[in-house]
Nanobody
């Protein structure tokens, strides 16, 4: 089982940047594909980005493509989400998640087995 703790959220103006981090504990982190999801009030949790265990493959939601970058450092048991050109519609609680898979890069909530508590990102206009 992987335990996940997110950090790096906060309040930022539109057009600004934030870098989220997700620190993982547990032996299976380095063999798990990882993902970021977000959930705004009154909305369902939605996929943001995911990365394979090696970092060689990534996938992004269309809404963040070209603005967000997911990366990982297996030596530090950490996955990152660099968010640039932030928009008010990016405001949400952001969750880190560990997948059942290694080389596949899943995008469905049901493909992820462990979740963090979330970190709040608020983008003001």
């Amino acid at each position: 089982q992987v335990q996940l703790v997110e950090s790096g959220g906060g309040l930022v103006q539109a057009g600004g940047s934030l870098r989220l981090s997700c620190a993982a504990s547990g032996r299976t982190f380095s063999t798990s594909a990882m993902g970021w999801f977000r959930q705004a009030p009154g909305k369902e949790r939605e996929f943001v980005a995911a990365i394979s265990w090696s970092g060689g493959s990534t996938r992004y939601a269309d809404s963040v493509k070209g603005r967000f970058t997911i990366s990982r450092d297996n030596a530090k048991n950490t996955v990152y989400l660099q968010m640039n050109s932030l928009k008010p519609e990016d405001t949400a609680l952001y969750y880190c998640a560990a997948s059942y898979y290694s080389n596949l890069v899943p995008v469905q909530v049901t493909d992820f087995r462990s979740w963090g508590q979330g970190t709040q990102v608020t983008v003001s206009s």
